[in-house]
């Protein structure tokens, strides 16, 4: 048979199309069945493009009807919680054992942080370089810290957890539709620990192809198994650490409240640092982990007055806030919810410079009431976290020490949250390009059931 003219079917073309081959004159049996086996696998695939192009266009169609939030905050603020995008991590039991993985490297970041505070507090007792110990010193020296020769010995032993990169990430799979959870050794996304969209794996990749060329031994210690081990055999001496009470003494000076962070864990060692450790639902709800990139979750209402409604809630990393870039892409979102939990005790490390957290919150609040693509969305803002701010204020942190602009007002909840409330909605008033009603709201996004009140009120504002 000869074969098909294809340059010329390319140039009228520009690509090969099977589909138009001509059967040659003198075609034998066997070219005949060749050709037409040729001619139904791209029928095949010609359907399976024209019923996904459908799919496409039937989404586009009903996306245009249905509600878009966005969902905006600075790292951290409770996105992923608030929007129920963790649901999948409540879900995917499945995905156990790279929850379990997520987790021991959460009690691991905690353990980093004491370790790095009494350092400091050696460093600052002058007496880092050194071999002398407070209790071999001289009788008469007197202790500039409370630390003993036995914390040095128990911060050596837990030396080997500093190698572990605790920084945690979570990226959208464009490839499966899933999730892929990453470490970040330094300045990329080299380690893949996980990906829930496709089916469970025992062994995780603990290793991208990058870190081959690199070398970073370090980063090859992020195996999975090997967190693990390293954990048990750390074990005891995370207690002891942990339930010293003049380490505790020593990170309430340096201002370290570990108790009250996102991804804490240390109260739980006994059981995660356990080789056979099972997260708990509570446990992988209270993981930290960081979305990268923009996140679209779609859900439909099952009952209330609009029950059956589309919504789209897309949660665009914290990092990326402030890229106004990405605004053109959400000018029809019909409302934003806007996460600012009141962490006035926390400062964030932005342009070389320490800025108070809910001082970023609000920058970024104003930066988005003010930009007319958003002048017809509902603002929706969520003062988040308030467990923690009522822990604060219980155990006696004053809010004048950190925001001195409070003053000698009542250092209650009520008061601190009425004082940023009022400078929230100054903001708004000012900023906004148009009139609009000022919706707020104090939430614990761990709570689902506050998920469920915002979620009611973007219903009504959408109306
Ligand atoms: N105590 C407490 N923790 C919370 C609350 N809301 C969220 N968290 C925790 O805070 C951490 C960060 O929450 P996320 O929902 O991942 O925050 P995010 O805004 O999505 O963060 P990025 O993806 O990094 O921008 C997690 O460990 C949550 O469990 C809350 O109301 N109270
Ligand atoms: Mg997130």
């Not at 992923?80 to 009690?107: A, D, M, P, Y």
Request: hydrophobic share 35%; glycine share 4%.
């Amino acid at each position: 048979m000869p074969a098909p003219d294809r340059k010329a079917q390319r140039t009228s073309n520009s690509y090969f199309d099977p589909l138009t081959i001509q059967p040659p004159p003198n075609e034998t049996e066997e070219e005949k069945a060749a050709r037409l086996e040729v001619q139904k696998e791209a029928i095949r695939v010609s359907r399976t493009i024209d019923a996904g192009l459908a799919e496409s266009k039937r989404a586009l169609e009903r996306k245009k009807h249905a509600v878009k939030i966005l969902l905006l905050g600075q790292s951290e603020s409770g996105k992923s919680s608030i929007s129920g995008c963790n649901s999948h991590r409540n879900t995917s039991k499945r995905e156990l054992f790279v929850w379990k993985t997520v987790i021991q490297l959460n009690l691991i970041s905690s353990i980093k942080k004491i370790l790095t505070v009494l350092q400091d507090e050696w460093e600052s007792a002058g007496e880092a370089q050194s071999p002398t110990t407070p209790d071999s010193a001289s009788p008469d020296a007197k202790p500039s810290t409370p630390l003993t020769s036995d914390h040095r010995r128990l911060s050596l032993s837990l030396s080997p957890l500093l190698v572990f990169e605790t920084s945690i990430s979570q990226i959208m799979d464009g490839t499966t539709g899933g999730y892929m959870v990453t470490v970040r050794p330094g300045d990329g996304c080299k380690h893949k620990l996980a990906s829930s969209g496709r089916p469970p794996s025992t062994t995780l990749e603990a290793q991208s192809p990058e870190d081959d060329d690199d070398g970073a031994g370090a980063n090859a210690s992020n195996d999975p198994s090997h967190v693990a081990q390293v954990l048990a055999e750390c074990k005891n001496e995370i207690i002891a650490l942990w339930e010293d009470r003049v380490v505790r003494r020593v990170l309430e000076a340096h201002g370290v409240y570990l108790q009250e962070e996102s991804g804490f864990f240390l109260d739980d060692t006994s059981r995660i640092a356990a080789l056979d450790y099972v997260p708990s639902d509570r446990d992988i709800m209270r993981a930290q982990i960081r979305t990268i990139g923009v996140e679209e979750h779609r859900f439909v209402t099952e009952s209330g007055f609009r029950a059956g409604t589309e919504f789209y809630i897309t949660e665009v990393c914290g990092n990326s806030n402030r890229r106004s870039t990405w605004v053109p892409y959400f000018d029809d979102v019909q409302a934003i919810i806007f996460l600012a939990p009141l962490t006035f005790w926390q400062t964030l490390e932005k342009d070389n410079q320490k800025v108070n957290s809910v001082q970023d919150s609000l920058e970024l609040w104003r930066e988005i009431a003010g930009n007319p693509l958003f002048a017809k969305a509902a603002l929706i803002l969520v003062f988040n976290k308030k467990d923690l701010l009522q822990a604060h204020i219980n155990a006696g942190v004053m809010v004048k020490d950190y925001v001195p602009s409070f003053g000698i007002r009542s250092n209650d909840v009520v008061s601190v949250t009425k004082y940023f409330r009022d400078k929230f909605c100054a903001y708004h008033r000012k900023f906004s390009p148009e009139p609009r009603p000022f919706i707020f709201y104090e939430t614990e996004a761990i709570d689902t059931k506050s998920t469920a009140i915002i979620l009611g009120e973007v219903q009504k504002q959408t109306n």
